[in-house]
Structures are given as C-alpha cells and as structure tokens.
C-alpha cells in the first residue's frame, strides 16, 4: 500500500514505523470517506469502545 506524504510525516512525528500500515490509514480514515475499496474506522472504534469499556468497569 502506498502511504500519502501526509500520512508519512504523521508517522515519523509519532517517531513510529507501523508493522502494517493499511491500519493506520484505516484508523484514520473517516467514515464519510469510505469507499467500496477503502474501510473504514467503524470496525476499529467499536473495538476500541469496548476496550474502553472493559477499563473503566
């Protein structure tokens, strides 16, 4: 997957090298910009309310 510049400069100010990239794009990829060939973030911000969830209870 090739990564956008803007993409790019986010990770290195992290100061982070993702093991699969595709999830980063995904996390940060809005809803209202999803297309049949691009997910996005639904699935991982369920999983992380759960988390969440699981944390404060």
Do not use: C, W, Y
């Not at 990564?3 to 990770?11: C, G, Q």
């Not at 290195?12 to 699969?20: I, S």
């Not at 297309?35 to 988390?51: H, I």
């Amino acid at each position: 997957m090739k990564l956008s510049a803007e993409i790019k400069a986010f990770a290195a100010r992290l100061g982070h090298e993702f093991q699969t990239p595709a999830l980063l794009v995904q996390a940060l990829t809005h809803s209202s910009m999803s297309t049949p060939n691009r997910d996005d973030n639904q699935r991982l911000e369920f999983l992380g309310d759960r988390v969440l969830g699981l944390v404060m209870s």
